[in-house]
C-alpha cells in the first residue's frame, strides 16, 4: 500500500477517465477502480457482460489478438484481459462470464 499519497497522485488514472467519459459517454458502463496500490493503473471490468468489454475494447482500438483468455472458479468462468495505455495510464479492461455447463445428453441424462 502507498501510505501519503494523495489524491492528486491518482491524477493520471483519472484524467484517463475523464477523458473516456467525454469521448466515450455512449459505451456500456463498466465497473471502475483506481485504487493507491497501482497509481498509475484505470481499471474497467465487466462482470457477466462480455459485450461490453468487446464494445469497449473496439473503442479502444485493442486488436482481438491483444486480448488474453483465460478461465477461473474451475474452469466457470471465462475471463478476458487486455491492457493499453491511455494519456499516461496502464488501462487495464477485464470481462468475466459464466461458462453454461454442458448439456447432459443421451444415457448420462
Known amino acids: 500500500m502507498n501510505e ?30 483506481v485504487d493507491t496500490v497501482y497509481p498509475d493503473r484505470l481499471e474497467l471490468s465487466f462482470h457477466g457482460d462480455l ?9 479502444l482500438g485493442i486488436a482481438p489478438d491483444a486480448v488474453v483468455h483465460a478461465t477461473q472458479g474451475g474452469g ?6 487486455a491492457t493499453a495505455e491511455l494519456a499516461g495510464a496502464v488501462l487495464t479492461l477485464t470481462g468475466f462470464a459464466e461458462i453454461p455447463a454442458p448439456e447432459l445428453t443421451g444415457a448420462a441424462a
Open 76 to 81: 466457470r468462468t471465462r475471463v478476458l484481459e
Open 51 to 59: 459485450a461490453g468489454f468487446e464494445a469497449w475494447r473496439e473503442a
Open 4 to 33: 501519503g499519497l494523495t489524491l492528486d497522485d491518482l491524477s493520471v488514472p483519472l484524467r484517463a477517465l475523464r477523458l473516456l467519459a467525454v469521448d466515450f459517454g455512449h459505451q456500456p458502463a463498466p465497473w471502475v477502480r
